[in-house]
């Protein structure tokens, strides 16, 4: 899963993010936390093989 996420100083400059790749299964909990007026996008994508 490929996340971008607010950066540091989003509440502040909307063009502050950052982005992660995460592996992640059904079992998996994410997080997402915000800032005043921020946003929060996943992709996710099926690895070849995978259950």
């Given at each position: 899963?490929?996340?971008?996420?607010?950066?540091?100083?989003a509440?502040?400059?909307?063009?502050?993010?950052?982005?992660?790749?995460?592996?992640?299964?059904?079992?998996?909990?994410?997080?997402?936390?915000?800032?005043?007026?921020?946003?929060?996008?996943a992709?996710?994508?099926?690895?070849?093989?995978?259950?």
């Amino acid at each position: 899963m490929v996340v971008w996420k607010d950066g540091i100083n989003a509440d502040l400059n909307a063009k502050d993010f950052k982005m992660e790749t995460l592996e992640v299964n059904k079992k998996s909990v994410i997080k997402a936390i915000l800032s005043k007026g921020g946003g929060w996008v996943a992709h996710l994508q099926m690895i070849s093989g995978a259950n």
